[in-house]
């Protein structure tokens, strides 16, 4: 709060410091210099070819001279303008061209910079699929096999799927389909950008290609090295109806490059337990004495959006509570009543966070965040009661219960604390994880 | 009414005064603001079909004018011999209560002036559409093409150095060394 409080006293004094009115002489002369710079822009030229067109049409004393310069700029037309954009062409072309024949491809699926939110992806031909969720669930997937394991390293649980088509939990194998399935030309050339020494040619669609959809697309940024004429990244703007547009990114894309196969491992690692009806059962029967009223059977529903204030937090667990009343104290100090129960997202102990559902047009401060958090496909179970220490048995019979339903995780495990402090009879946690289904 | 007067309409005409303020503001020279100005409508001019295809076009130009005052600040310090003493100059008072209360108002914007002039070129341009301009951190991050988190360290330490060098401005900052000393 003291730090808060040293940055807000710093800004106000950079502010008073520096807002000051211009006085009126000074004014009249930038306005005048607005003026001039107006007439510059409204006289530019659309387009070097109708100035071209222009000049030929003008007196006939000129007609010769503009000739030259016609013949000039054509020239300079043919030599820098038409290969610049036969260029991109072909950039473009070398880069849809790679990921249509891919051998391996590998990615990362930014959802969100901070706290960070996604997933790296790894595939090589034949059908060796990884998927590797920063929220803790990890899937391999052999689909020459028909085999697939997930990981839940939270839990330090797997299970084990085969005899059918199997399928990476967080769509990511969509995006490859995204990939290969580019149109044979953009809709929009974006242009060059020097980014980190390489020059990249950006280029837009505004719809997803045949035979793919992408909910709420406003636009499809790919950004290729001229030089490799590789995919560098894709930035993707998603636009629902009544809700802010926000960014997803695909970035780190290596295409026929060298891919781990150890990455593609379907046994499991040691230590982690396998998830079968037998376990959960026992697990289940174990914790009830102590949970007399947990319910154990997921419940798959759709999740409302919402926006939310959040402390984005690393390291122990344990931090939670304290976390959670520091939000809680934030929002007073704001003025700001919470519309919902508090709740916490862990994805790992480098990332998770905790805090409040809020009104939408709530404005906060660093290190505090307003986030959105997007409807979802999920899993939910309410446990009665007080939430106690045995936090990994029952997301183990919870995940459990999601899998025997034939939906894998897709999203960081999330609690939402319910009740008085106070009174124990009257709290309870839902258990929530995003699902995607299995098959 | 041809296209480049619709942009003109949308992108440059909501945002002329805060533009000229914009460069006021750092420069605060009648003389030189002129110059700084027309070298920042110049840079507008070169970029504008980029200008009219960003994401975030006005933060764009806004941004633009204050890397344009920035960098004249900083050819103007560096000509007065300012960043050879690497530091704020000697001649600013010491940081007890009754110095603090000498400066005057003048004196103490010109200080403020100096230390921002003293910033490195990102620190200064972030710390600058942040605090002065309010513009929000999105986007700042979209005009400077580059990410949120990274325009929040430009911020963050930039008033850190700020705070160094302008402590006895502060009054927060000054209690807490005075009680420590």
New interface residues.
């Given amino acids: 709060m003291?730090d808060q409080?040293?940055?807000n006293?710093?800004?106000e004094?950079?502010?008073r410091?520096?807002?000051?009115e211009?006085?009126a002489?000074?004014?009249d002369?930038?306005?005048h210099?607005?003026t001039e710079?107006?007439t510059?822009?409204?006289?530019?030229p659309?387009n070097r070819w109708r100035s071209l067109a222009y000049s030929l049409t003008y007196r006939p004393p000129l007609r010769a001279m503009a000739m030259a310069a016609a013949a000039l700029v054509a020239v300079a037309v043919g030599l820098v303008l038409i290969p610049r954009e036969a260029n991109a062409s072909r950039v473009y072309a070398a880069a849809a061209q790679q990921l249509r024949n891919s051998q391996s491809l590998e990615y990362t699926f930014v959802f969100s910079?901070?706290p960070y939110v996604g997933v790296d992806f790894s595939y090589a031909a034949p059908g060796y699929q990884r998927v590797n969720c920063s929220w803790g669930i990890e899937v391999r997937a052999d689909h020459t096999a028909r085999k697939q394991i997930v990981l839940m390293h939270l839990t330090r649980m797997y299970v084990v799927e085969s005899g059918k088509q199997v399928e990476s939990p967080a769509n990511s194998d969509d995006w490859v389909k995204q990939l290969e399935s580019l149109p044979p030309a953009a809709d929009q050339v974006?242009?060059e950008?020097q980014v980190g020494g390489k020059r990249l040619i950006g280029y837009r669609f505004v719809k997803a290609p045949d035979g793919t959809s992408i909910p709420g697309l406003k636009s499809f940024d790919l950004w290729v090295d001229a030089g490799t004429r590789q995919a560098d990244h894709v930035d993707i703007a998603i636009e629902e109806q009544g809700k802010p547009v926000y960014q997803m990114h695909i970035r780190n894309i290596r295409v026929n490059g060298q891919v781990d196969r150890s990455l593609f491992d379907l046994t499991p690692p040691a230590g982690y337990t396998v998830i079968t009806a037998a376990s959960a059962e026992a697990r289940a029967s174990k914790t009830a004495p102590q949970q007399n009223a947990l319910v154990l059977q997921a419940q798959i529903r759709q999740s409302v959006a919402l926006t939310a204030v959040v402390l984005p937090m690393t390291g122990s667990y344990a931090q939670t509570q304290a976390a959670s009343e520091r939000v809680e104290s934030y929002l007073k100090t704001l003025g700001v009543t919470p519309v919902g129960p508090p709740f916490g997202r862990f994805e790992s102990v480098q990332s998770w966070d905790t805090g409040y559902p809020v009104p939408l047009a709530t404005h906060v401060e660093?290190p505090f965040q307003l986030v959105s958090v997007p409807a979802a496909q999920i899993a939910s179970v309410v446990v009665n009661g007080p939430w106690g220490p045995d936090s990994t048995g029952r997301w183990g019979a919870f995940l459990k219960s999601v899998v025997e339903q034939g939906y894998l995780p897709a999203g960081p495990p999330m609690e939402i604390w319910s009740g008085d402090d106070t009174k124990v009879q009257t709290q309870s946690t839902e258990m929530r994880i995003a699902v995607t289904k299995a098959n | 009414m041809n296209d480049r007067h619709l942009q003109y309409e949308r992108l440059i005409a909501p945002i002329e005064n805060r533009m000229m303020r914009a460069v006021w503001r750092v420069m605060r020279d009648p003389n030189d603001v002129e110059d700084a100005f027309q070298e920042a409508l110049l840079t507008v001019w070169k970029r504008w079909d980029r200008i009219c295809i960003h994401p975030n076009p006005q933060a764009l130009v806004l941004q633009i004018c204050i890397n344009t005052a920035h960098d004249a600040l900083r050819r103007k310090l560096r000509q007065r011999k300012w960043l050879e003493a690497g530091a704020v100059p000697e001649d600013i008072p010491d940081s007890s209560h009754s110095a603090t209360q000498d400066i005057s108002g003048a004196e103490q914007e010109t200080q403020v002036l100096h230390a921002i002039g003293l910033l490195p070129k990102n620190q200064a341009r972030a710390i600058l559409m942040h605090a002065v301009e309010e513009v929000p951190y999105g986007d700042i991050a979209a005009a400077m093409d580059c990410r949120e988190s990274t325009v929040r360290k430009h911020v963050a330490r930039a008033r850190a150095k700020l705070r160094s060098l302008l402590s006895h401005l502060i009054p927060a900052v000054h209690k807490e060394e005075s009680s420590h000393a």
């Fill in positions: 003291r409080n040293a940055n006293e710093m800004d004094l950079i502010r410091k520096t807002q000051v211009i006085p002489e000074v004014e002369r930038l306005r210099r607005l710079f107006r510059r822009v409204e006289q530019r659309p910079e901070l974006l242009g950008r660093a």
